[in-house]
């Protein structure tokens, strides 16, 4: 807000919430590679012990006790509820629901220790703690398992990777400038190497992730606007009308 930065990098969902505000203009979306799979969205995991019986199906999670990173991760809370109210179940209450803050990790050590029933994951996140041989994945069970050709464990809807976005006042010479140099980064690249990823692809649409946000009434879209009787008779005029 202060303009101190040019270009931003960052989570779709906190994208959204300053696009309009900043006037952000999306240049990129970045690209990851996964079993010769090219990957530029991703989706939220549910996490129970195998050795739960009670826990199955995204049914099961009525009223049971969840760990998720924090209310603002869309991989790791925001489209793992959206998938509870798609299945017209109810939302957790707060008391339900145990924030641990990053990293990922925090969620699982919860679980393990009994602490909670479920954890929420972010895509890919199961999947790398094995090959650091940080976790034993078989004692994990993932719920509601969607899209079998997709390389990681998926629970949810999947949503666009992060985007690169510049300020509005970068002129639009620099801004296609910066644009060309992110379309030309390779996978054998230093930058891709160190970044971990494969490169760059033509900024993807983030309304889906606009409805998500819309829908479960969070940032920006968490005021209540005032609706006024003046509102209600523009909207209603045809019935007013005899």
Same mark, same amino acid.
């Given at each position: 807000?202060? *303009?101190?930065?040019?270009?931003?990098?960052?989570?779709?969902?906190? #994208?959204?919430?300053?696009?309009?505000?900043?006037?952000?203009?999306?240049?990129?979306?970045?690209?990851?590679?996964?079993?010769?799979?090219?990957?530029?969205?991703?989706?939220?995991?549910?996490?129970?012990?195998?050795?739960?019986?009670?826990?199955? !199906?995204?049914?099961?999670?009525?009223?049971?006790?969840?760990?998720?990173?924090?209310?603002?991760?869309?991989? =790791? #809370?925001?489209?793992?509820?959206?998938?509870? *109210?798609?299945?017209?179940?109810?939302?957790?209450?707060?008391?339900?629901?145990?924030? !641990?803050?990053?990293?990922? *990790?925090?969620?699982?050590?919860?679980?393990?220790?009994?602490?909670?029933?479920?954890?929420?994951?972010?895509?890919?996140?199961?999947?790398?703690?094995?090959?650091?041989?940080?976790?034993?994945?078989?004692?994990?069970? /993932?719920?509601?398992?969607? #899209?079998?050709?997709?390389?990681?464990? /998926?629970?949810?809807?999947?949503?666009?990777?992060?985007?690169?976005?510049?300020?509005?006042?970068?002129?639009?010479?620099?801004?296609?400038?910066?644009?060309?140099?992110?379309?030309?980064?390779?996978?054998?690249?230093?930058?891709?190497?160190?970044?971990?990823?494969? =490169?760059?692809?033509?900024?993807?649409? #983030?309304? /889906?992730?606009?409805?998500?946000?819309?829908?479960? *009434?969070?940032?920006?879209?968490?005021?209540?606007?005032?609706?006024?009787?003046?509102?209600?008779?523009?909207?209603?005029?045809?019935?007013?009308?005899?």
């Amino acid at each position: 807000k202060k *303009r101190e930065i040019d270009f931003l990098l960052t989570n779709p969902a906190h #994208y959204i919430i300053h696009e309009k505000e900043l006037n952000l203009f999306r240049l990129a979306t970045v690209i990851y590679s996964k079993k010769d799979y090219d990957i530029s969205s991703f989706g939220g995991v549910i996490v129970a012990l195998k050795e739960n019986n009670n826990i199955n !199906t995204i049914h099961d999670l009525v009223n049971k006790k969840i760990a998720a990173v924090k209310k603002g991760s869309l991989g =790791g #809370y925001q489209s793992q509820i959206k998938e509870i *109210r798609d299945n017209n179940l109810p939302l957790p209450n707060k008391d339900n629901v145990i924030f !641990t803050d990053m990293p990922h *990790r925090n969620t699982l050590d919860l679980l393990l220790n009994k602490k909670v029933d479920v954890a929420f994951l972010r895509s890919s996140v199961l999947e790398n703690l094995k090959e650091k041989n940080e976790i034993d994945i078989n004692k994990f069970k /993932v719920i509601n398992q969607k #899209y079998k050709e997709y390389p990681f464990y /998926v629970s949810t809807k999947l949503y666009p990777e992060w985007p690169f976005s510049a300020l509005s006042n970068i002129n639009n010479e620099l801004k296609k400038d910066v644009a060309e140099a992110l379309f030309s980064i390779k996978q054998t690249n230093y930058a891709a190497i160190k970044g971990k990823y494969k =490169g760059w692809y033509i900024p993807l649409d #983030y309304n /889906v992730v606009t409805e998500l946000l819309r829908e479960l *009434r969070l940032p920006p879209f968490d005021k209540v606007s005032n609706f006024t009787i003046e509102d209600i008779f523009k909207k209603y005029i045809e019935f007013f009308i005899v």
